[in-house]
């Protein structure tokens, strides 16, 4: 009898459902060929479930992911819904609500940048002639984000609104134990982001970070203030190995790790929860890490990497299929390396071909 795992589908708006498609027919071929099935449950989310019923996030899709073990998540979001109230657009009234009631709070942002692909960069590529393979791991669940007190109100005539930004020990420990492991399964290089020079979060969160080193002995920890890893981060990213910040300062630097990468088309995510019960499996959402990208929606020219990756490390974190997840890995590797480049990556050179979504995913599965 074959393992079979439930997955829910949440293709959502923009390039989310063209990219799906692809990736879907990724994960087919990896099932027949490792000896697995998935049952997959599709549910409406974003801008498709607004218009739907009026919800960015139905209960029927909560339910769908409750069901599952694991969510595949496409792109929510673009032009015909940024005029809501924000609380109910696509994005925030959906990717945060999901967060917080799966519990995901570990999310893991590969930055990654090919040594074929530096050209994509917007850094110069003297600088990173190998070019790099940092993560960055980003607490999801707390820090201003969540934090309460947090509201707006008239205070002495004027109109004041606030944030909290608060961080209890036990949410540093367990996101710094996520970070020490995967440095412990990569190049044993942690550092840690905060703006400890200021705010008393960071103050707490740079003693847990020493703390918690101490079971990681193998790990070197260094300390950034998260100004000045902004700026490291551009002018030698190849230097580092894993990132690990708190809720808003991963937002920030995740999106300048995924711009200096050269191709937001490329970048899968993993937003992961607590392990399930006598396992070393996540509950965990999967995403690419570029938005819905409304402009060149519908129009087959999308980079399906992002999303084929996303499944990948489904496989890996929530399925346990790690044998399925290398082989998506390494087939998406050898289709760069032949040459095959969707638009956001290709130079023109005469040695590419230059493919659309669906051929992208040809010549990956053509790998498989
Ligand atoms: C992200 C996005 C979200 C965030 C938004 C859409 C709420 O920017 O996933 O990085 O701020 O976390
Ligand atoms: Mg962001």
Redesign the pocket.
Known sequence: MSRTHRIAILAGDGIGPEVMTESLRVLDAVESKFGFATERSEALVGGAAIDDGGHPLPDATISACEASDGILFGSV?GPKWENLPPDTQP??GA??PLRKHFGLFA?LRPGVCLPSLTHASPVKNELIPNGFDVLCVRE?TGGV?FGSPKGREERDGETVAFDTMIYKRSEIERILHVAFTAAMGRGKRLVSVDKANVLASSVLWREVAIEVAKDYPEVELEHLYVDNAAMQLCRRPDSFDVLVTE?LFG?IL??EMAMISGSLGMLPSASLGSKKEGSDLYFGMYEPSGGSAPDIAGQGIANPIAQILSVAMLLRFSLGEADAAQAIEDAVAKAIDDGYRTGDIATGAASEKKVGTKEMADAILANL
Do not use: A, P, T
Request: glycine residues 8%; aromatic residues 8%.
């Open positions: 979001g994005e925030r990717l945060l999310n999801l984000y809720n937002d995740s999106d």
